[in-house]
């Protein structure tokens, strides 16, 4: 089985910066789409940023600008890169992956531990 390890979050000051990491432990027979979703207390989760093997990416509007995807699919990473955040930032952010593990094998969709992100002066 494949796990998704998250790094990077923690408390920033507004107008500050992080960088999210992501990992997967395993191999993937295939990998289609990696993405970041975050999730506030007391809201749904959302799609922050999505990149995909042919290099579409797709931002959320209260992020365009601000953050910015990259990812090594052969080597099965995605980042985000983070600025100016405020504290509408503020939430937990998992890192998901979508692919199959073996050429027999549907896709699936993985999700990180999620990694809490606080913007607080």
């Known amino acids: 089985q494949v796990q998704l390890v998250e790094s990077g979050g923690g408390l920033v000051q507004p107008g500050g910066s992080l960088r999210l990491s992501c990992a997967a432990s395993?191999?993937?027979?295939?990998?289609?789409?990696m993405a970041w979703y975050r999730q506030a207390p007391g809201n749904q989760s959302e799609l922050v940023a999505s990149?995909?093997?042919?290099?579409?990416?797709v931002y959320a509007d209260s992020v365009k600008g601000r953050f910015a995807i990259s990812s090594d699919f052969a080597k099965h990473t995605v980042t985000l890169q983070m600025n100016s955040l405020n504290s509408e930032d503020t939430a937990i952010y998992y890192c998901?992956?979508?692919?199959?593990?073996?050429?027999?094998?549907?896709?699936?969709?993985?999700w990180g531990q999620g990694t809490q992100v606080t913007v607080s002066s």
């Open positions: 998901y992956f979508w692919g199959r593990l073996a050429w027999n094998s549907g896709h699936n969709a993985y």
């Open positions: 395993g191999r993937f027979f295939s990998l289609v789409r």
């Open positions: 990149i995909a093997n042919a290099g579409n990416t």
